[in-house]
T-cell receptor, first 112, second 110 residues
């Protein structure tokens, strides 16, 4: 079946703009995760949902970052007033409860 | 704090040689440990997890709680093994988040 998909694949934003990144998880996966991967680094956890409930948002770097999953399926990661340090690849992953996390291709965000 | 350390940023071996990618972790509980791999222009994918005790593509990894290590090994490297390898830790009984190391880029030369 289809894997995790993310859109857009590439996003260029001017500093100060708001961006929204979308994640479509594997159908039936209750858990959904967002990670940020800076150049040359491993993925770093941002937040995760179980169905529509956001159970852990300890990795969100500031209140400019906001994630939602209102119907327990598609999720959106929103970054307000983007800064250059937000430039990174944003990865989404989904899993069955306590299962293996399957990753999407990522969205590469460049903030100019 | 929970931490995963991969001491080698780059590792280069010749085809047919043994390879070992090191991973050490810091965690007070009983972690679940994973190796993820990212081939060129592909997405991150699971290679193996310690509870399954499987050998995938000839790779194995043993959890050593005394040394807090989870090194990845393969006796005979192949050119198609060239990729980025990430070791990751997951808490048991709490948040399902993964904590990743910074990764090791493995190059297998012909």
């Amino acid at each position: 079946g289809a894997g995790v998909s993310q859109s857009p694949r590439y996003k260029v934003a001017k500093r100060g703009q708001d961006v929204a990144l979308r994640c479509d998880p594997i159908s039936g996966h209750v858990s959904l995760f967002w990670y940020q991967q800076a150049l040359g680094q491993g993925p770093e956890f941002l937040t995760y949902f179980q169905n529509e409930a956001q159970l852990d948002k300890s990795g969100l770097p500031s209140d400019r970052f906001f994630a939602e999953r209102p119907e327990g399926s598609v999720s959106t990661l929103k970054i307000q007033r983007t800064q250059q340090e937000d430039s990174a690849v944003y990865l989404c992953a989904s899993s069955l409860a306590q299962g293996t996390q399957y990753f999407g291709p990522g969205t590469r965000l460049t903030v100019l | 704090a929970q931490r995963v350390t991969q001491p080698e940023k780059l590792l280069s071996v010749f085809k047919g040689a043994p390879v070992e990618l090191k991973c050490n972790y810091s965690y007070s509980g009983s972690p679940e440990l994973f190796w993820y791999v990212q081939y060129s222009r592909q997405r991150l994918q699971l290679l193996l997890r310690h509870i399954s005790r499987e050998s995938i593509k000839g790779f194995t990894a043993d959890l050593n709680k005394g040394e807090t290590s989870f090194h990845l090994k393969k006796p005979f490297a192949q050119e198609e093994d060239s990729a980025m390898y990430y070791c990751a830790l997951q808490y048991q009984g709490g948040s399902e988040k993964l904590v990743f190391g910074k990764g090791t880029k493995l190059t297998v030369n012909p």
